[in-house]
């Protein structure tokens, strides 16, 4: 197994000690959503969705309603959504979605991060052909019949269905659909009593690069060093598991 095995096994536990940092990229999206529509989940399916997923990774109640009043707040921060885009060592490529309320500081830091960790950052729209946006959508499958829920879903937009293992090694449903169909197949799961477990909008890759056991370890330090930046919300590879 050697240096590569514990790599893996180290960045396991971090990620498991990374419950605070997610904690706050969700409030900075409750934040986000509320400037952008309104305090009102009802009326707001950004907000809603923002609010889903806490929920779906435990968020405490009292830290959502704290986010949503700072959004309120006219002094609260204003954020800027940027897409960075480039490759890590070995060809594979990375793009990294942040929210900031200073550009300069953000760009610094994740050009800082390629740098130091043989990777090269590249111009926005680079990658177009290697990620898709995609609306992704999770649930309990329990004794669903997916084969007619498929059918039933093409009209909302349904590109794709299937059952993977989450974190804890339980069956969960995922469901993709097209970027523009996001809030069509939302609607179409409250109306068939579908609980979602997490709605987002996230980077899909269409091709996938092959790395050996000590390649990936190169790869995944650069990846750590993004996720671990406060502005970073997502990071995407095209690395083959």
Same mark, same amino acid.
């Given at each position: 197994? /050697? ?30 959503? *509320? ?31 704290? #986010? ?19 490759? #890590?060592?070995? /060809? ?14 953000? *760009? ?10 043989? /990777? ?6 680079? +990658? ?17 019949? +997916? ?57 899909? #890759? ?9 390649? #990936? ?25």
């Amino acid at each position: 197994m /050697g240096r590569a095995y514990e790599f893996r096994k180290e960045r396991k536990f971090k990620r498991w000690a990374k419950m605070s940092i997610q904690f706050t990229r969700l409030g900075k999206e409750i934040v986000m959503a *509320v400037k952008s529509g309104g305090p009102h989940v009802e009326t707001n399916s950004r907000l809603r969705t923002a609010v889903q997923n806490g929920k779906a990774v435990n968020m405490p109640k009292d830290r959502i309603d704290a #986010a949503i009043k700072r959004a309120i707040s006219k002094d609260e921060t204003n954020y800027e959504e940027i897409v960075y885009e480039g490759y #890590a060592p070995h /060809g594979v490529a990375l793009l990294i979605e942040t929210a900031t309320d200073n550009t300069n500081r953000t *760009v610094a830091n994740v050009r800082s991060y390629f740098n130091k960790n043989n /990777g090269a950052l590249g111009k926005t729209g680079a +990658l177009d052909f290697i990620f898709h946006r995609k609306s992704v959508f999770q649930f309990d499958p329990q004794e669903r019949d +997916l084969e007619e829920l498929e059918f039933e879903l093409i009209d909302s937009g349904l590109e794709d269905i299937f059952v993977e293992e989450d974190a804890e090694g339980n069956d969960v449903a995922v469901l993709h659909t097209s970027f523009e169909d996001f809030g069509k197949m939302q609607r179409a799961l409250e109306e068939k009593g579908i609980e979602v477990k997490s709605a987002k909008l996230e980077r899909v #890759a269409q091709s996938f690069i092959e790395v050996s056991e000590e390649q #990936a370890v190169d790869v995944l330090k650069l990846i750590d060093k993004l996720e671990e930046d406060d502005d970073v919300q997502a990071v995407y590879h095209n690395m083959a598991e």
